[in-house]
């Protein structure tokens, strides 16, 4: 069956850096649209990324455009969020996201997150 | 962006008794493909998100069947035919017809 683990969270200073990984499970990364998105502490969810099924595109929230950047590899099943410029904003619970049925749009599976601290 | 609004921000329900939430769009969800990308998730505290339904009124993949959803444009209903203690939580609205991707503030519903 499917699973999602991301790991790479913990405290990290305002400008800093980090890097997320989703090992992924029951599936292959190559063959699905994957999905980041995040849940500041006691707040609502919002979409942070996109990566396609081929991986020749990706997409972007405006909040995280130009300092994230969603990527995968194939050989070991693994998708990652490289984050840079982190602002205390970011400070947030991070899900890794298999998409259902090869559609964008419908995020059916989700890893069980990974916190991420920005502090100054 | 879509702006999504879901109404009751919070919902006191009694067990067995019907529950709905309402979601709407500040605009067409309706996709150049025919489809309409408005979802419904639940989440339970300390729980990550778990897809329920997904283009409007499909059951995800293990579902009860009291759960539904309606709706077409920009107004959209998610129906608990029958709360049970398990359905606590918040539940999100989310649209996926244009980018970026835009969630609900969500709905807290909790037992009476």
């Known amino acids: 069956q499917v699973q999602l683990a991301e790991s790479g969270g913990g405290v990290v200073q305002t400008g800093g850096s980090l890097r997320l990984s989703c090992a992924a499970s029951g599936f292959s990364v190559s063959n699905y649209g994957m999905h980041w998105v995040r849940q500041a502490p006691g707040k609502g969810l919002e979409w942070v990324a996109l990566?396609?099924?081929?991986?020749?595109?990706?997409f972007y929230a405006d909040s995280v455009k130009g300092r994230f950047t969603i990527s995968r590899d194939n050989s070991k099943n693994t998708l990652y969020l490289q984050m840079s410029s982190l602002r205390a904003e970011d400070t947030a619970v991070y899900y890794c996201?298999?998409?259902?049925?090869?559609?964008?749009?419908?995020?059916?599976?989700w890893g069980q997150g990974i916190l991420v601290t920005v502090s100054s | 962006d879509i702006v999504l609004t879901q109404t009751p921000l919070s919902s006191p329900v009694t067990l067995g008794q019907p529950a709905s939430i309402s979601c709407k769009s500040s605009q067409s969800l309706a996709h150049s493909d025919g489809n309409t990308y408005l979802s419904w998730l639940h989440q339970r505290p300390g729980q990550p998100p778990r897809l329920l339904i997904y283009?409007?009124?499909n059951r995800f993949s293990g579902v009860p069947d009291r759960f539904s959803g309606s709706g077409a444009g920009t107004d959209f209903t998610l129906y608990i035919s029958r709360v049970e203690a398990e359905d606590v939580g918040v539940y999100y609205c989310m649209q996926a017809t244009q980018f970026p991707y835009t969630f609900g503030q969500g709905t807290k519903l909790d037992i009476k």
């Open positions: 996201v298999k998409v259902h049925d090869y559609v964008w749009g419908i995020l059916g599976y």
């Open positions: 990566i396609r099924h081929d991986g020749n595109d990706a």
């Open positions: 283009k409007i009124s």
